[in-house]
C-alpha cells in the first residue's frame, strides 16, 4: 500500500490509491478529504508533520477493518498559517466537492470556516480555542485544546495555592480568550491576584516582561505561546532567577521542545499541561506506534501525529459503517477505542478528555504532577 505525499509553498494532492469493498454497503461515496494546514513557515514545527500521523491511520485503519481504501484521497495543502492563503485555498478546493475538511491552526481556521459553514461538510479543526466546535453544527475537534486545558490549570492551583500569578500571553485570539474569558475569571473567584503582559507572534526580546515579571514577584508563571516563544522566555525568566522549580506553568507546546533536540537540564521544574500520549507508559499502544512512526518517517511522533492518526481512523470507521462520510457517520463511529485513547465527543462535536500536569524533573524526564 502506497502513499503519495509531496509539498511546496501550496503542497499538491495526496492521492491514496486504494479501492473499497465495505461488506453490508451496497454502495460507497468517495471519499475526498482537503487538508489546510501550515505546512511551511514557523508554526510547521507544530504541525508540518500532522498529515504523517493521518496517513498512518488511514493505512492502518483501512487494513484492521478490512476496508481497500481506494476512494479515499486527500488534497494536503499548505496556508503557511496566513489566514488570507487559508481562504484561498479552501476556495479552490471546494470547487472538487471535498467530503471533509481539516483546518488549522486558529488563524486559519478561525478565517476557513465560516466559509465551510452552513456546506453540510464536516471540517476538523486543528486549533486550541476553547468553544470553535460551538460555531458550526459541522464542525469536529479531535486534539488536546483550552476547554480541556483549563481543568488542568485548575489542578495546578489546588496544589500549589498560588497567591500572586504573573502570565505571559502571546497574542492570538484563542490564547486571549483563555486567560480572559476561563482563567482570569477562575483566579478572581480563589482570590488569586494576576497581572499580565502580552507578546506578539514576531516578538525577539522578552527581557521587559519578564523584568516586569520579576517586579511584579508572583508565586507562579504562567506562560502560553509556541514552543519558539516559551524557550527564549525559560532562558530569561532563568536568566531573572524565577525559574525555580514548579513556578513556572507552560504551554502544552513545551514538550515539543524535547523533539527539537533541546537540552533538557534547560528545561528541569519547568511544569506544562499535555495530554498522556506524552507520558511514558500512560498510553498503552503509543510505544509501539512511536516505534513504527520512526522507521517509517525516521522522526520522532509528537502528540500532533498521534491525535492525526486517532482523526483518520475515525473517517475510516464511518465510511467503513455507512459506507460515506457525513457528520451523521462520523458521530455514529464513536465511541471509539483510538490510539490515544477512548475518542468521544461532546454535544459540540469536541473531543471529550482530559490532559493533565507534568512537569521535567531533575533528570530532565517528563513525569505527572500529582
Not at 348 to 360: E, H
Amino acid at each position: 500500500m502506497t502513499f503519495m505525499f509531496s509539498r511546496g509553498l501550496i503542497a499538491s494532492a495526496v492521492a491514496l490509491g486504494l479501492s473499497t469493498a465495505l461488506s453490508g454497503v451496497a454502495t460507497a461515496q468517495a471519499v475526498k478529504i482537503a487538508g489546510n494546514l501550515p505546512l511551511t513557515g514557523p508554526v510547521a514545527a507544530v504541525t508540518g508533520n500532522y498529515f504523517k500521523g493521518f496517513e498512518m491511520g488511514l493505512e492502518d485503519a483501512c487494513k484492521s477493518m478490512q476496508v481497500d481504501c481506494k476512494q479515499i484521497k486527500l488534497d494536503a495543502q499548505d496556508n503557511a498559517e496566513k489566514p488570507e492563503q487559508a481562504l484561498s485555498v479552501v476556495q479552490k478546493q471546494l470547487l472538487d466537492n471535498p467530503s471533509v475538511f481539516i483546518s488549522g491552526t486558529s488563524p486559519s481556521a478561525n478565517a476557513v470556516s465560516p466559509t465551510v459553514d452552513g456546506k453540510g461538510i464536516p471540517n476538523f479543526l486543528v486549533a486550541f480555542d476553547a468553544h470553535i466546535t460551538q460555531k458550526g453544527k459541522d464542525r469536529f475537534r479531535i486534539l488536546p485544546n483550552y476547554k480541556i486545558a483549563a481543568n488542568a490549570y485548575y489542578k495546578y492551583f489546588d496544589i500549589k495555592k498560588p497567591k500572586r500569578v504573573f502570565t505571559l500571553s502571546l497574542n492570538v485570539s484563542s490564547i486571549q480568550d483563555l486567560f480572559k474569558l476561563i482563567l482570569e475569571p477562575e483566579m478572581k473567584k480563589r482570590g488569586i491576584e494576576f497581572q499580565g503582559e502580552i507578546y506578539d507572534f514576531g516578538a525577539k526580546d522578552y527581557s521587559t516582561i519578564a523584568l516586569k515579571a520579576k517586579q511584579y514577584n508572583p508565586d507562579m508563571i504562567i506562560v502560553e505561546g509556541y514552543s519558539f516563544h516559551i524557550y527564549p522566555i525559560l532562558k530569561v525568566l532563568r536568566t531573572y532567577d524565577m525559574a525555580q522549580p514548579g513556578r513556572i506553568i507552560a504551554a502544552l507546546d513545551t514538550v515539543d521542545l524535547i523533539y527539537n533536540k533541546t537540552p533538557r537540564e534547560e528545561l528541569k521544574g519547568v511544569a506544562m499541561w499535555l495530554p498522556d500520549y506524552e507520558l511514558e507508559g500512560k498510553v498503552p499502544a503509543a510505544a509501539g506506534w512511536r516505534a513504527r512512526y520512526k522507521e517509517k518517517y525516521k522522526l520522532d511522533a509528537t502528540w500532533m501525529e498521534a491525535y492525526a492518526y486517532d482523526t483518520a481512523q475515525i473517517i475510516v470507521a464511518a465510511y467503513k459503517k455507512a459506507g460515506k462520510v457525513d457528520t451523521a457517520s462520523l458521530l455514529a463511529a464513536t465511541p471509539f477505542d483510538g490510539l490515544v485513547g477512548k475518542i468521544e465527543f461532546d454535544q459540540d462535536r469536541d473531543i471529550k478528555g482530559s490532559v493533565t500536569v507534568a512537569i521535567f524533573d531533575d533528570k530532565g524526564n517528563v513525569v505527572e504532577v500529582k
